[in-house]
T-cell receptor, first 111, second 115 residues
Framework: EDQVTQSPEALRLQEGESSSLNCSYT??????LFWYRQDPGKGPEFLFT???AGEEKEKERLKATLTKKESFLHITAPKPEDSATYLC????????????FGKGTSLLVTP | GAVVSQHPSRVICKSGTSVKIECRSL??????MFWYRQFPKQSLMLMAT?????????EQGVEKDKFLINHASLTLSTLTVTSAHPEDSSFYIC???????????FGPGTRLTVT
């Protein structure tokens, strides 16, 4: 059975304090690994898709990396507006393109 | 680009009534749309997958007679919660896929409260 585990569950950072969020996964034939940002009461906002081990993608202060067992979302010099829940999801080769989500990491960045 | 809308954003209904939620892809044609449910402080759980012009595929444990899904066009899918009960109160979110293994784009969600 496909599994997605995110850690930590919650993370509190000071503005400018860089850190990483982890997403460990087991899946039958990874088609893609997705990162989303979700603000309270809103739908997930797409950040990245990674398809193969070794791949990296960047967007502003965020950088996502992928290995065969896990993905990291690195946040460099975060700002308070980066506060949100970050969701990781995997798409298996036999899933019909549906996403299997982890429980998310709730990030709070304080000034 | 890649905008998905949902309507309504919030709905309150009485137990036993039915509620319809619309999901639209505004600037692309969606070969597949997905419906998810999210309970407070929990992650998104897939309810069903719908392809335009065909019957939806429901996840195990999701009652297909209670959650009716219609995907009438490449830009519109609807979820109807029939005979709603308080335990159906949740945040319902749709997503749409353009094609291939690429990104899925999510709607803003619909908060359903059944009293």
């Amino acid at each position: 059975e496909d599994q997605v585990t995110q850690s930590p569950e919650a993370l509190r950072l000071q503005e400018g304090e860089s850190s990483s969020l982890n997403c460990s996964y087991t899946v039958s034939g990874l088609r893609g690994l997705f990162w989303y940002r979700q603000d309270p009461g809103k739908g997930p906002e797409f950040l990245f898709t990674l398809y193969s081990a070794g791949e990296e993608k960047e967007k502003e202060r965020l950088k996502a990396t992928l290995t065969k067992k896990e993905s990291f979302l690195h946040i460099t010099a975060p700002k308070p507006e980066d506060s949100a829940t970050y969701l990781c999801a995997v798409q298996a080769g036999n899933s019909g393109y549906a996403l299997n989500f982890g429980k998310g990491t709730s990030l709070l960045v304080t000034p | 680009g890649a905008v998905v809308s949902q309507h309504p954003s919030r709905v309150i209904c009485k137990s036993g009534t039915s509620v319809k939620i619309e999901c639209r892809s505004l600037d692309f044609q969606a070969t597949t749309m997905f419906w998810y449910r999210q309970f407070p402080k929990q992650s998104l759980m897939l309810m069903a997958t719908s392809n335009e012009g065909s019957k939806a595929t429901y996840e195990q444990g999701v009652e297909k007679d209670k959650f009716l899904i219609n995907h009438a066009s490449l830009t519109l899918s609807t979820l109807t919660v029939t005979s709603a009960h308080p335990e159906d109160s949740s945040f319902y979110i749709c997503s749409a896929r353009q094609g291939g293994p690429g990104e899925q784009y999510f709607g803003p969600g619909t908060r359903l409260t059944v009293t």
